[in-house]
């Protein structure tokens, strides 16, 4: 896209003409190393962070999904802010195992990093620990917001793909700056959570499983039906980016298959 840019020329200001060539709003999802993994896994973590972050707009750091123990997201998204400071990056915060005291030390480090946004979540049960503290995401955002952390950086809660509104009240009522979908299943849900929210101010990220066969268990696993856009994927990322302005993009298990889709993506 054309921008016009200052410079001052024998002491006179003319505009330049440059044509950057934007990237598309995705966002790449990525799942931190498991605490029992070794050193090398955070390598290769960095090194497909190194890779992907060339063809997409930003990198969300997920918290721990399904339960199983893994590096902390903030120690991650910090690292990696710290070595690559133009890197766009989110991460999850799940409460099911925090007070508020907790989720408020985590949010404030994460400002402190400069990191991008954080995405408050109930998430799963840890396999190791029943610590349950009994917050809810919209408590959770709605306390962040009474210390002005909403202020200092972009706070999301999740939402569900088919949403009844009248039950997600209390999110709305919370204020966060915006709602992450769980896996979209086609573009009609997209267009609905859009037409109801966008317009009370909020911003809305869909949220894409990358559909292949090392991805088919997650599918499968999350009831999802992605026969709407296997066929002509690049269509249906494209048409709901240009719906809502962003697209976060999970590839649990196809890490090589989604980089070359967002490669081509963004050269075509």
Not at 151 to 157: A, D, G, N, V, Y
Not at 210 to 215: C, I, W
Request: aromatic share 6%; proline share 6%.
């Amino acid at each position: 896209m054309p921008i016009l840019v200052g410079k001052k020329i024998e002491n006179r200001e003319v505009l330049i003409e440059l044509t950057i060539k934007s990237v598309m709003a995705v966002i790449y999802e990525i799942n931190p190393p498991k605490i029992s993994d070794n050193v090398e896994k955070l390598e290769m973590l960095h090194s497909r962070i190194n890779q992907v972050n060339d063809v997409c707009g930003g990198i969300h750091i997920t918290d721990s999904v399904l339960g199983i123990e893994r590096i902390s997201p903030i120690i991650v998204a910090s690292e990696l802010k710290r070595k690559i400071p133009e890197l766009n990056i989110t991460i999850s915060l799940r409460v099911i195992d925090k007070n508020l005291e907790q989720i408020s030390h985590i949010t404030q480090a994460s400002i402190e990093a400069n990191l991008d946004g954080v995405l408050v979540l109930m998430g799963d049960p840890s396999q190791k620990s029943n610590h349950n503290f009994g917050i809810f995401p919209s408590q959770a955002v709605q306390h962040l917001n009474d210390l002005g952390h909403n202020k200092k950086t972009e706070i999301f809660l999740s939402l569900p793909s088919n949403p009844n509104f009248e039950r997600i009240s209390k999110k709305i009522h919370a204020k966060p700056d915006g709602f992450v979908t769980q896996v979209i299943h086609d573009i009609p849900q997209v267009q609905r959570i859009t037409d109801y929210l966008s317009p009370k101010g909020f911003r809305i990220i869909p949220c894409i499983l990358f559909p292949s066969e090392k991805n088919i268990k997650s599918a499968e696993f999350l009831k999802l039906d992605w026969s709407n856009y296997k066929d002509d994927f690049s269509d249906f990322i494209t048409t709901i980016e240009k719906i809502t302005g962003d697209v976060l993009l999970t590839s649990p298990n196809d890490f090589k298959g989604a980089l070359e889709f967002l490669t081509r993506l963004q050269n075509g």
